[in-house]
């Protein structure tokens, strides 16, 4: 097969993984809110619906920060396969050690000078690239979690850094045995650092905010808390039309504003549209290759879509009809209660709950969303009867 022409086709969105580069758009303020709390070593916690940009956003500033000054380092650690606290202290210490030595030795040396009454077991990949893993005896964790969690100050202090501790989907925590003491733990470790900041986040609002907010709860008030939001229109136009000029595409005004309109300024989802759009397109972007591949998108989703709707209650698609017919607010009127059938206006407050922890809506200044922009779309098509575009 003749795969010549992947020569000179490398896209110009990005959707799936981090944006960076030329794909990363705007969030100037938030990256200088960011910035600025990194520098002061302020905790920060960022809570957005999933694919809004929080993995992007904090990578950019750990580049940007790390290029600027190398004395910021930079630890990443996800949570999302993280289900117990043995786990976490390896992943921990690991991500710690990697981020404050660049050499394979240093590694090995670090873990040997810092960890020394731990004895993890530190495994080598047999390639060149050196894959570098932690692991520890679990009779040995319950006895050295202090010095594991104190491990990125020390290191901090002794080389002179200002680490920086990324942890993604932190909500997790929530479900290990026994979390509340863990959580006490890390807190108790943590408000000590002097030269560690720590950055929290994840999707899950309503777990982040119980984490966070109740006063009962270990890490209440722990630090900055940010709400993500989604990126204006007027930072995405630039971006679609100049990114298609660049890739050699022209495409019209009213396209572009049909495109963010349509995917209603989510990140992920304008990425990916574009991507189907010029993969589709030549020269000139025609509004059927617009139409085209919008319905690519809802169809790509659709098995899944079907899948979720199948497993929601009545109330849950009553209310989820309500918010896709336009009612954002008052649905727990009269009137809307009666439209929709939704019961009482005490059933409409506990659907909501739930269909907020089912993380498919999202509230904004007291008014309801459907966070997935085309899974908003094919309801409308497979329940209200509405075109897709
Ligand atoms: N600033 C940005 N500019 C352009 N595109 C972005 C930006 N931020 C995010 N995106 C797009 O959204 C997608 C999701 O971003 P990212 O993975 O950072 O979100 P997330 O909030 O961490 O998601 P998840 O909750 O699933 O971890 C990216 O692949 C990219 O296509
Ligand atoms: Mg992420």
Known sequence: MDLSF????????AFGRIAVGNTFVNRDK?????????????????ISPRRWGKSSLVKEIGTGMN?????????????????TESEFYEAYAKEVIKCTATKFDEWISNTKLFLQNVTPKVSIGGDATHEFDLSFDVKDIKKSYETILN???????????????CIDEFQNIDGFTDSLSFQKRLRSFWQQHQNVTYCLYGSKRSLL???????????????????LGKIAPKHWEPFITGTFLKAKK??????????????QCHPYYIQQLCYLIWIRAGRMVKDSDLNASIEDLINQNSNLFEREAESLSNSKIAIIKAIAKGYHSGLSSGAVISEFKLGS?????????ALDLDEIIDIRKGEYFLIDPSFELWFRKRFLGKKIT
């Open 30 to 46: 938030e990256k200088k809110r960011l910035a600025l709390n990194f520098a002061n070593k302020v905790n920060t916690i960022l």
């Open 67 to 83: 290029q600027i000054h190398k004395q910021y380092r930079f630890a990443y650690i996800d949570l999302f396969s993280i289900r």
């Open 6 to 13: 992947l020569e000179d086709v490398s896209s110009p969105f």
């Open 151 to 165: 491990l990125p100050e020390k290191i901090a202090i002794s080389k002179k850094l200002k680490i920086i501790i």
């Open 209 to 227: 905010i119980q984490l966070f907010e109740k006063r009962s709860m270990p890490f209440y008030r722990f630090g900055d808390m940010m709400f």
């Open 345 to 353: 206006s005490a059933n409409v407050t506990k659907t909501l709950k």
């Open 250 to 263: 022209k495409i019209k005004t009213e396209q572009v504003t049909k495109i963010i309109e349509l995917m």
